[in-house]
């Protein structure tokens, strides 16, 4: 005869829901610090410097529910995704050109490395003297600065593929087309993965620079007008829609990497 | 007990063969094969046998096409497998010295990699696949990631995979030198049935003396650079006596 104790199946039920709390409480806690911190700082300081979060989080509503002012936000979400997909894009065609002919990469790697030098404001500059179009400036300027980068980043991604993988690939006689289809695609993805969330970062804070100077919309237009009103709740809440937006895309990359990426061996030590 | 098979009937034939690493005639230049003439008649099992860096790999290379000798000709079924390169698609198999799966794929994925080259459809290939799979021992693991088999089983997916193409010719590097000698041994003598079973001509590298002996119907023994140093044939007939004399034979001539 074998006896089964109520509480047998609810202590694991019980540690996996403790462990998942944990989980939650660890990520959420320094954002709660800091929120606490500004908050109790609001207490003692004016509003044009410490502003109540309320306040701020009575803004940000105000963005979400006006169309006008969440079409600024959505021209800015446009522009730095617009701006990271042309880079991406022209930054593949110029890593596999480099991949294929030494020449090429002699050729492009020191203009890149310049390139990589030059500030993003410089960028906004030369831009607002070469271009009259508003978009197609944000486009340059967006592009220019995140190009290098993605450049060598899908450079290095390609360099590192594995020759004995691409050495096996290759004796099966693959068509261009095929070859790219089951080897070089999956096995450069996860640095192109990476590469995107790095530069998303890169380019919510350049799109700012290249708004506030060169553009009649969009976010950093809006802190433009905040700063001459003196208004840091405003500017606190336009700030958070780009920090939102980073949050939501950072989180849609990092989804697609637990899908695709769930052929990695995991180890149960941590490095 | 020296193999005759006439350049027209081979199904690997190089002649005068010679590769040469970095720019000939220069101080850096490495002659890695050295004028080698080998046929291998269809069905045959040639194990190449030779001391470490004496050019087993790069006649591999050459046989396969993905290296261009220096000079010579390299022929396989009659015609050049690098410059033909992709005409021979499907035509030729290969099993690397370690398993080489993609870890992006399962093991049914990767062993339905060369039938998708083949433009096989779909049903028709995971049919195939699975049925490879199921005959070298690994039903129920064809969803697996190769991270999460055990050498042997990984070994076993990528013979697998080789197989499923059902190429005449059939290169093997060494494959199953990473693994402990009682699953080679195994793995061994289940590729070896495989390959009589199906009537593929087989090349297989290795620098196991007891492994050639094993597998090969006729072991060909490389001095460094490659060149013939020692050529021998045998079949199921030849006596424990006379095999001991050709390993004995063999050892003298790696020894030298």
Partial sequence: MSETSPQAGSAPRANALLAAV?????????????????????????????????????????????????????????????????????????????????????????ILTLFQGIPALSWVVFAIIWFHGVEFRIFFIMVMTTLP?????VLGALRGMSRDLMEMVFSFRPTRLKLFRVMIAPAILPDILTAWKVNLGNASRVVVVAELVGATGGVGYELLQQQQLFDMAGALAWTLQLVFFVLIVQGALTLIENTVFRYRAVSERAI | MRDIVTPGDAAIHLDHVTKVFGKAGSATAYRVVDGLNLDVRPGQMLALLGKTGCGKSTIFNMIAGLTEPTSGTVRVSGRDPFADFDSFRGRIAIVFQNDRLLPWRTAIQNVELGLEMLEVPAAERRATAQLWLTKLGLG?????????????????????????????????????????????????????RLVKENGKTAVFITHSISEALEIGDRIVV???PAKI?????????????????????IGDVLAV
């Fill in chain 2, 140 to 192: 129920g693991h064809e969803h697996d990631y190769p991270h999460a088999l055990s050498g042997g089983m990984r070994q076993r997916v990528s013979i697998a995979r080789a197989f499923a193409t059902n190429a005449n010719i059939l290169l093997c590097d060494e494959p199953f030198s990473a693994l402990d000698e009682s699953t080679a041994g195994k793995l061994r003598a289940e590729f070896t």
């Fill in chain 2, 229 to 249: 140093a020692y050529d021998v044939s045998f079949d199921t007939g030849t006596g424990q006596e006379e095999r001991e004399l050709i390993r004995s034979r």
């Fill in chain 2, 222 to 224: 490389l001095k460094r």
């Fill in chain 1, 149 to 153: 980068a993605f450049t060598f980043q």
């Fill in chain 1, 22 to 110: 944990r989980r939650l409480g660890t990520s959420v806690l320094p954002f709660v610090v800091v929120i606490l911190i500004w908050q109790f700082a609001s207490l003692f300081f004016p509003r044009f410097l410490f502003p109540s979060l309320i306040d701020v989080f009575w803004r940000c509503i105000d963005i979400f529910s006006s169309g006008a002012m969440f079409a600024d936000v959505l021209a800015t979400i446009f522009r730095i995704l617009a701006g990271l997909a042309g880079a991406f894009i022209v930054g593949g065609a110029l890593a596999l050109l480099m991949v294929r002919s030494r020449a090429v990469d002699n050729f492009l790697s020191p």
